[in-house]
């Protein structure tokens, strides 16, 4: 629709005309703030915590085991030098080879959530699947935070009896 | 064709002083737009309607997804 509504300027006599044709669900995707009736839902970016423990690729199992340890997840997720996020060092993996670096014991490609997404629409799959925790990142894969199940119910009930 | 940009430069034409329009209908813009956009829905943008922006300044279009 963009590419039309630029052209159509054009003809109009308009010349410096843009056309940001990745759109509002680009900018909604980055958690970038918005106006309007919807703008104030809950949303996974009001909820975003930063104390999930992180490992570098070449980084070993033994040295991320400490961190996770002191997390409240049971699990690191392995980030690259811009924090794309690259994989995930689960039970096994941590309890495995010590000497092991993360890259090459870490599940690929975890699931991930864009921040913009509502909570409501992120408790369902939370509850059916029994996620305690989604990993929240950027388009590109870079990662934001981590949102957890309670925090969201509790907002989401908070919401609901705004007195309480 | 309009030139086509992403959202570093969308954010520096901003800070320059452009214009942003939304092209989508109107109930999707009141349901949530980028700040500070103001609506000119596709269908509803003509000579007359074109009158309410600033020749004088870069004009920003964007809609849902480009499509």
């Not at chain 1, 970038?32 to 009736?37: N, R, W």
């Not at chain 1, 997840?73 to 689960?90: E, I, N």
């Not at chain 1, 993996?93 to 490609?109: F, R, S």
């Amino acid at each position: 629709m963009s590419p039309r509504a630029a052209c159509r300027l054009q003809t109009l006599g308009f010349t410096r005309v843009y056309d940001y044709v990745l759109g509002k669900a680009d900018w909604l995707a980055y958690g970038l703030p918005t106006e309007g009736e919807q703008a104030n839902v809950p949303r996974a970016k009001d909820l975003l915590r930063q104390d999930v423990a992180t490992a570098r690729v070449d980084e070993r199992v033994s040295a991320v085991r400490q961190r996770v340890a002191r997390s409240p997840y049971g699990f690191a997720l392995v980030l690259a030098q811009d924090r794309t996020l690259l994989g995930r060092l689960g039970k096994a993996a941590l309890e495995g080879n010590p000497d092991a670096a993360a890259q090459q014991v870490m599940e690929p490609g975890p699931s991930t959530v864009r921040p913009d997404r509502q909570l409501a629409d992120l408790l369902e799959p939370m509850r059916t699947h029994n996620l305690q925790a989604m990993v929240v990142t950027t388009p590109q894969g870079r990662l934001l935070g981590v949102l957890r199940r309670d925090d969201a119910e509790r907002r989401l009930a908070q919401a609901a009896s705004p007195d309480r | 064709m309009a030139t086509r940009i992403d959202l570093k430069r969308l954010q520096e034409l901003l800070a320059d002083g452009a214009q942003l329009i939304e092209v989508l209908p109107r109930a999707e813009y009141a349901e949530e737009h980028l700040p500070g956009a103001v609506s000119l829905p596709l269908k509803e943008l003509d000579a007359t309607t074109a009158t309410t922006l600033d020749r004088t300044r870069p004009v920003v279009v964007y809609c849902w997804d480009g499509l």
